[in-house]
């Protein structure tokens, strides 16, 4: 059966963003040949979900599209198909409950924080990997918003690396 996997970074006091949506504070933790596990955790997915703000966010980088497999950007308005993203206007939840019933690799949702919320809700995402960036915010866009029933996890494994990352995968009970 696929899962549905959450990758994301956060500051250590839980923003994914600072209140104006920047992530400026990502690059303090960046390493030469260092990408903290992300490459052999693509290789465990097909499909990636994400809000349209975060990829707006991802497109306002400037670089190359990230993902080479299929898109699926939860949006207010259908736009076209471009190359292998698909926007998807009947919400995380609905898109979720289709794409788990097609076979394949595991599910990456990449954000934003509404997407997560209401995944979380609705008890749709099976495995959280949050790697906790050395930096206190104190304000922004929370990862984890309120509003979700209480979620027991299982601790998968935890690292700790020698920029002061520090990464966590839990399981979902």
């Known amino acids: 059966?696929?899962?549905?996997?959450?990758?994301?970074?956060?500051?250590?006091?839980?923003?994914?963003?600072?209140?104006e949506g920047g992530v400026d504070f990502l690059s303090t933790v960046e390493q030469p040949g260092e990408d903290y596990g992300y490459a052999a955790f693509y290789e465990t997915i097909d499909t990636v979900v994400l809000g349209r703000k975060t990829y707006e966010k991802v497109l306002s980088f400037g670089e190359p599209?990230?993902?080479?497999?299929?898109?699926?950007?939860?949006?207010?308005?259908?736009?076209p198909t471009a190359n292998n993203v698909h926007f998807y206007t009947n919400g995380p939840v609905?898109?979720?409950?289709?794409?788990l019933l097609q076979p394949g690799k595991d599910i990456f949702v990449d954000g934003g924080a509404q997407v997560v919320h209401a995944l979380l809700q609705q008890k749709l995402i099976h495995e959280l990997?949050?790697?906790?960036i050395p930096v206190l915010l104190g304000d922004g866009i929370r990862l984890f918003q309120e509003?979700?029933?209480?979620?027991?996890l299982s601790l998968q494994h935890s690292r700790?690396?020698?920029?002061?990352?520090?990464?966590?995968?839990?399981?979902?009970?």
């Open 129 to 132: 990997t949050v790697s906790f």
């Open 65 to 79: 599209f990230p993902h080479r497999c299929p898109v699926y950007v939860i949006a207010s308005q259908n736009q």
């Open 147 to 152: 509003g979700f029933d209480s979620v027991s």
């Open 160 to 173: 700790s690396f020698p920029s002061g990352l520090v990464q966590v995968t839990y399981s979902v009970r």
């Open 94 to 99: 609905n898109l979720i409950h289709e794409l």
């Open 1 to 19: 059966m696929r899962k549905v996997k959450l990758f994301i970074a956060c500051s250590l006091d839980g923003y994914i963003a600072t209140p």
